[in-house]
Structure formats: structure tokens, C-alpha cells
């Protein structure tokens, strides 16, 4: 299924939106998505390996786009470019899973029905679609849920991450899933509403359920892992977490990071030990410091829950190279330069940030840090692990002793070599350590840096990428994922998580095939249709005929209670169920006026 039936799709619910006059704030309205469509691209964990529904295993291998955390709510640089056309870009690219960075507090915003603290920080002249009559913008859910549309007519998945608890660019700051504002119960609150909302949507598969939990003992707010249930026990924390999203979708795969820092409980340590560098005072450091969310240590000695949550677990640390900080195992000489003190007019030695050599390679690391905190998951086939932020600047401006591009290099072969998802950071420029894998203008790729990535994509020996939609190829330049393991996208629900979760299977409600052949942008003459009075399926208002207006006429119903006709109520039970219509009959009555089904006579 290509882009052109999405395409067609996603316009027609955009002109219903658009003549409803769905463009404040209101509580957003669920469309359940056709179960025979969206319910068989779940994926799940058999063995220490993600696996589809047919028990093949899978690569995650995407991207970051972060933004919806910032403040802008929308995804960031598409000030400057179209968002659909980043989207295609993506997937051409072959990014098959978008790891969406947002905050608790824009999610129970889009909960509440509240409206957005600022416009959405789109272009309107770059983004006519989302611009209403007037030049209003629309709101930022609306614009959100057409981002998912997109996302799925390119076989692009989604992880969605909760980055911080408020809204802010320096919210990952913050160590904790909750602060001042936001609670650990709005945060629960938060992904459960979330979750509730997409469970009938297989394009948004997974949940990094916090960005890097982090923080020392001896700052006073810092997150650990144990057996307690203590409010900043990250180990507690997730297990509530993982509980609340699979007990409304028990298909959702959920990304639980690490902390920073983790006690040497052989020499005596615990959590009340402060995370210092005693080396000064010739006694090595009680407690193994990581980079922020990377220290996994702690799941070899109290794993969360492993019976109940197994089969949906994914493990994720970050990673970052000597330009993000200069991390004792990077064995980094720094050149030094002599200054002269104002007040005593004597010269001193000091280092720069300029990195004169280095000396690391995939056994150092192993041995000094990647091992023991998180590489033995996947070196004992324990979990699998997906590396949620890795990344870095490739250019000589910013790399001259290419020391970070020395690293990125040993990470990329060895996820390579161990199929360790991961999702890169970013595609956006604006990441002042990082950069991104475009520039300023982000429909302008940095070509250089994409080629040192492309590697480490999942793709065939011919260079196909693989998405992991069973149904839609990854872009233009893609396979789908029953092509690539030849077998039928037959929609079966992978395993369920043990009780207490949910056992209902999951039933397909419709059972209209895919289209085999590419629609056309020509709209057909209307069938000859009995007059008004008689049945004739989708014709919600009477009309004589299905178009988009019976579509809004449906949706006023059920969104707002305007009544239907008694006719009419007849006219939208397109499905024959006998009950009264609701949203599966909406969406098939938009199936068809956009050519993708034919309703019954």
C-alpha cells in the first residue's frame, strides 16, 4: 500500500476536520482505527529478541525528531519545511521507527481538551495543510494526529518518549518522571490517556517511558534502582509504568532506560554513598557512574518484574562520544596552554577543550564501561536492548582529531554486529552538541553524517529498506516486512503478558481487503442512488448521495450529540452491525468517498 491511498485519506479527514470546524481546543474525539488494518504490526520479545507476530525478528533501526518537549508543540526546525515532506524524507532515508521526545504536561494538555500556551511553532507558508481559513494554526493534537497519518502511509513506526515531566528545552535536566508540577500519578495518568487513545493503532508501537533518569545521592534529587518502593525508585517507577500501559494495550512494547549512577555494594556502598571521584584521595570511586539514563546495572541484581512484562521489555541506554563529555574511558589527552594568573602574574598550565589524541577501540570500552553497564544484556542474550540517543558531530570543524567519529564508528559495528535497535540523535540541526542529520534547512541532509549512519539501518543486501509494517514499504525506496520474510501479513495477537494484564483477544470489526491496485486522484461518477427516503448506505444527511458531508454529519453525532434522523442512523450503520453507528462506521463511509472500499448495497 503506497502513499497515494494514505495521501487521499488523511485529505479527506483534513477537509471534514477542516468544515467541522475542529480547529480550538476541544476534547479530542477517538476514531478507532480498522482492526484488520492496524493489528498486525504489534511486535513483542521472544528469547532476548523483538519479533513480529509471526515470531521473525525485527531491527528498530530510527530516528529522533524532538520538539513537542520544547515548547514549540510541533516537531522542531519546520519553521523552515514542510512536515509531510520531512516524513517522506525520513522514510526514503531508511528510518523505520521515529522516536518522538514530548512532556507529561502536553499530553494531559491534549487530554484535558486545553488549549496550546503558543501556536504551534510551524511555517503556514510551508505548511498550507495544517493552516486553516484566516492563516489560523491548527491544534497542536490535530496537527499531531495528521503527523501520525503521515508516519503511516510511509511504514514509518513510532516510539513516543516522555523527556520531562513540564514542557521545557532544558526539562531532560531534571532527573526524575516528576517534579514540582507533574506528579508520578499525572505522568501514569498521562501515558495510560495516550495509550488508551492509539491502542487500536499499530503505527505507534513502543514507549520510552522517561528520558534519562538520572542524578547523584549528594544532589539530593536523583533516581535509583532497588527493590523499594520509594517515590524516586526508577525500578518501582517503571514496573507502575509498565502495568498502567499494558493493562490498556498489552501489545505495546515498553523502553525502560537506566539511571546514572549505581553503588559498588562490594565495597560497602549504598544509596545514601555520594557519587564523588575519590581518587584524589588515593581510594577508587563506591559508586559506577554512566551517562545520564545508561547505567543498567541494576537489572542483573532486581530486574523490573521479568514474569509479568518478559515479553514487552526493551531495555534502552544512551550512549554519547568524547564531544559530549570527556569520559575517563575515552583516555582523551586534552592540549594544554599556559596562562598567566591577573593577580599573581605567574604562569599556570591549563587544559582546553581541544582533544589532542585519544585512546579507546571495542575491547576498552567493553571492558570499562559498556560491558558491566548495559552490553551484557544482549552479550548474555538476557533482553534485547534498544540505544535510544546516540550520535554526534562528523565534520572536521567540530571533530578535527576525530575522536568522536573514531567512536561513533566502534558503537555503529557493534549494534551492527549484536542487532541493537537504536534510534539516532537527531534529525533536526538544533542539538548544540550533537547536530543533527540535516542542517538549518532540514529538507538539506548532511550527506556525510548519513552515510556514516546508513549502515547501521536495516535494509536487504541490495539496499532496500525493511520497514516494519507487514502491509506498507518503507518509503520509496523500501520493502514490507512480509516481503522481505515472504509470508502474508495475516493479523494473529503475539503473546500476552501473564496476569493481572487483560486476555481479550483483540477482534477484527470490518473485514474489507487492502487495495491490490494503486487508487487514483480521479474521483469516479457516483453510482445511481435511490432517492431520498430509501436506504443506501453512508448517506448519513440524506443527501442521495456519499460524500465527505456525511462523514461530518456522523462525526457532529457522536462528537457532539446533534441528532440524526431516523434514516439517517440507518444510513450510517455501514456495517450492518444493528447497533447504533459509531467511529468504525464513520471511517469506513471516509474509506469510501475516497475510493479505498465500496460499501454494500
Request: charged share 25%; proline share 6%; with cysteine.
Amino acid at each position: 500500500m503506497k502513499r497515494g491511498i494514505f495521501k487521499r485519506l488523511a485529505a479527506a479527514a483534513m477537509s471534514a476536520a477542516m468544515l467541522f470546524g475542529m480547529t480550538t481546543a476541544a476534547a479530542p474525539a477517538k476514531v478507532t482505527a480498522a482492526p484488520d488494518e492496524y493489528h498486525d504490526d504489534w511486535l513483542h520479545v521472544e528469547n532476548g529478541k523483538v519479533v513480529d507476530m509471526n515470531g521473525n525478528e525485527v531491527w528498530m533501526t530510527g530516528v529522533n525528531w524532538f520538539g513537542y518537549n520544547v515548547g514549540t508543540q510541533v516537531f522542531d526546525a519546520v519553521w523552515r519545511a514542510n512536515i509531510h515532506d520531512c516524513l517522506n524524507a525520513i522514510a526514503d532515508h531508511g528510518f523505520n521507527l521515529l522516536r518522538v521526545p514530548m512532556s507529561t504536561q502536553i499530553i494531559l494538555q491534549w487530554k484535558n481538551g486545553d488549549p496550546d500556551p503558543q501556536e504551534p511553532g510551524y511555517g503556514v507558508t510551508q505548511n498550507p495543510e495544517l493552516t486553516l481559513e484566516g492563516g489560523k494554526k491548527m491544534y497542536s493534537f490535530d496537527v499531531w494526529n495528521q503527523a501520525v497519518a503521515w508516519c503511516r502511509e510511509n511504514g514509518i513506526k513510532i516510539m513516543v518518549d516522555i523527556h520531562s515531566a513540564t514542557t521545557n528545552a532544558a526539562g531532560h535536566q531534571y532527573p526524575l518522571w516528576y517534579d514540582d508540577n507533574y506528579s508520578t500519578q499525572d505522568w501514569l495518568d498521562a501515558m495510560e490517556w495516550f495509550t488508551d487513545y492509539y491502542k487500536d493503532d499499530d503505527t505507534i508501537i513502543a514507549f520510552d517511558i522517561k528520558n534519562e533518569p538520572h542524578g547523584k545521592p549528594e544532589e539530593g534529587k536523583f533516581a535509583k534502582w532497588d527493590d523499594s518502593t520509594d517515590e524516586n525508585n526508577w525500578k518501582y517507577a517503571a514496573e507502575r509504568a509498565a502495568e498502567t500501559i499494558l493493562n490498556v494495550n498489552p501489545n505495546m512494547l515498553i523502553m525502560i532506560e537506566g539511571t546514572e549512577c549505581y553503588p559498588d555494594f562490594a565495597k560497602g556502598a549504598d544509596w545514601s554513598t555520594p557519587a564523588v571521584d575519590y581518587a584524589h584521595y588515593g581510594e577508587p570511586s563506591k559508586v559506577f557512574g554512566a551517562w545520564w539514563g545508561g547505567n543498567l546495572r541494576g537489572v542483573k541484581d532486581c530486574p523490573v518484574d521479568p514474569e509479568r512484562f518478559r515479553s514487552h521489555i526493551v531495555y534502552s541506554p544512551h550512549d554519547y562520544g568524547p564531544l559530549v563529555y570527556k569520559q575517563s574511558w575515552f583516555h582523551l589527552e586534552m592540549e594544554k596552554i599556559k596562562v598567566k594568573d591577573e593577580k599573581t602574574g605567574e604562569e599556570k598550565e591549563v587544559e582546553t577543550d581541544k582533544i589532542i589524541s585519544y585512546e579507546f577501540d571495542k575491547d576498552s570500552l567493553l571492558k570499562e564501561y559498556w560491558y558491566d553497564t548495559w552490553a551484557y544484556l544482549v552479550e548474555e542474550n538476557m533482553y534485547p536492548l534498544l540505544m535510544g540517543e546516540w550520535g554526534g558531530w562528523t565534520d572536521d570543524e567540530h571533530d578535527p582529531s576525530g575522536a568522536n567519529r573514531h567512536w561513533m564508528a566502534v558503537l555503529r559495528d557493534y549494534m551492527i554486529k549484536k542487532h541493537i535497535h537504536h534510534t539516532f540523535w537527531c534529525y533536526n540541526w538544533n542539538s548544540a552538541d550533537t547536530g543533527g542529520l540535516t542542517y538549518e534547512d532540514p529538507t538539506i541532509w548532511d550527506e556525510e553524517k548519513y552515510e556514516f549512519v546508513k549502515p547501521a539501518l536495516w535494509q536487504t543486501e541490495d539496499g532496500k529498506f525493511i520497514s516494519l509494517d507487514h502491509a506498507i514499504p518503507l518509503g520509496d525506496n523500501g520493502i514490507t516486512l512480509s516481503a522481505y520474510y515472504n509470508t502474508a501479513p495475516t493479523p494473529t495477537d503475539p503473546p500476552k503478558p501473564t496476569d493481572p494484564m487483560p486476555t481479550e483477544p483483540v477482534t477484527d470489526e470490518t473485514t474489507d481487503p487492502k487495495p491490490t491496485e494503486p487508487v487514483t486522484d480521479e474521483q469516479t461518477d457516483p453510482k445511481p442512488t435511490p432517492g431520498i427516503g430509501a436506504t443506501l448506505l453512508g448517506d448519513v444527511d440524506e443527501s442521495g448521495k456519499v460524500d465527505i458531508l456525511d462523514v461530518i454529519t456522523l462525526n457532529k453525532s457522536l462528537m457532539i450529540g446533534e441528532k440524526l434522523t431516523d434514516q439517517g442512523k440507518v444510513n450510517a450503520d455501514v456495517d450492518l452491525s444493528g447497533g447504533a453507528p459509531d467511529e468504525v462506521d464513520s471511517l469506513n463511509i471516509l474509506k469510501c468517498v475516497v475510493e479505498i472500499i465500496t460499501l454494500p448495497a
